[in-house]
C-alpha cells in the first residue's frame, strides 16, 4: 500500500536554530497538508499546499515557518528559528484529488531544547 | 469550516459492534463528512467518508441521516486494535481538515 514517508522521525534542536521536516508524498498526490499535534493536544492545521503554492495557512503558520517542494517530489516544512513551543509531533499529509482519502505519515517528533 | 460534536469518550467490548455518533447541524450542501483515526503515537489514518448515501467498505460503515446533520461510524466487530480516538471531520470546497476532539475509544477484552 502506498505511504507517506517522512524524517527524520525525531528531531532534537537547540532553541533559535533552523529545522527542516521532510516529507515524501504518494507519487500522482496533488494536495499537501502539513498538521502539528502538541502532546496531549489536538492535530491542529498548520498549512495547505496545491500547485507549487500555499492555498491556505493557518495563524500558527506564522513568518518562521515556510513550505515548498525543491524538486517535485520532496515537499518540506522548516522552521527559521525553533522556539521551546514549537516542540510537537509534525505529520505531513497528502491527497490526490478533490475530497478524497487523505493519507498521513507517521510523524516527525521536534523537541526544542 | 462547519464544526462537528462528538462524545469525548466511548467503551465497547471486544467483538461488538460500536456505533460513533457525530452531528454536524450547520453541514452545507457540499461538504463531505470524513472520518479519520489515531491510534496511539501514530499518524491519522483515514476511515471512511460520504456525501448523502451511506457507505461502506472494509474497516467500516457510515450511516448519514437524511438531513444530513448527523452521521454514525459503525464498526461492526470492534478488535482491541480499533482502540484509537475518531475523528468526525466536514471537508468543503477548499480541502483542507480541521481536527476536533474526537471519541476516544476504548475497547474491553
Known amino acids: 500500500e502506498p505511504e507517506v514517508t517522512q524524517t527524520p522521525s525525531h528531531q532534537v534542536t537547540q532553541m533559535g536554530q533552523e529545522v527542516i521536516l521532510r516529507c515524501v508524498p504518494i507519487s500522482n498526490h496533488l494536495y499537501f497538508y502539513w498538521y502539528r499535534q502538541i502532546l496531549g493536544q489536538k492535530v491542529e492545521f498548520l498549512v495547505s499546499f496545491y500547485n507549487n503554492e500555499i492555498s491556505e495557512k493557518s495563524e500558527i503558520f506564522d513568518d518562521q515557518f515556510s513550505v515548498e517542494r525543491p524538486d517535485g517530489s520532496n515537499f518540506t516544512l522548516k522552521i527559521r528559528s525553533t522556539k521551546l513551543e514549537d516542540s510537537a509531533m509534525y505529520f505531513c499529509?497528502?491527497?490526490?484529488?478533490?475530497?478524497?482519502?487523505?493519507?498521513f505519515g507517521q510523524g516527525t517528533r521536534l523537541t526544542v531544547v | 469550516d462547519a464544526k462537528t460534536t462528538q462524545p469525548n469518550s466511548m467503551e465497547s467490548n471486544e467483538e461488538e459492534p460500536v456505533h460513533l455518533p457525530c452531528n454536524h447541524s450547520?453541514?452545507?450542501?457540499?461538504?463531505?463528512i470524513h472520518w479519520y483515526r489515531q491510534l496511539p503515537s501514530q499518524g491519522p489514518e483515514y476511515v471512511i467518508h460520504?456525501?448523502?448515501s451511506n457507505v461502506n467498505n472494509r474497516m467500516a460503515s457510515l450511516a448519514i441521516a437524511e438531513d444530513r446533520k448527523s452521521s454514525t461510524l459503525i464498526l461492526h466487530r470492534a478488535t482491541l486494535r480499533d482502540a484509537a480516538v475518531y475523528y468526525c471531520?466536514?471537508?468543503?470546497?477548499?480541502?483542507?481538515?480541521?481536527f476536533g476532539t474526537g471519541t476516544s475509544l476504548t475497547v474491553i477484552p
Open positions: 460520504g456525501l448523502t
Open positions: 450547520t453541514i452545507s450542501g457540499t461538504d463531505y
Open positions: 499529509a497528502t491527497h490526490r484529488g478533490r475530497n478524497t482519502e487523505a493519507f
Open positions: 471531520i466536514l471537508r468543503g470546497t477548499g480541502n483542507q481538515f480541521y
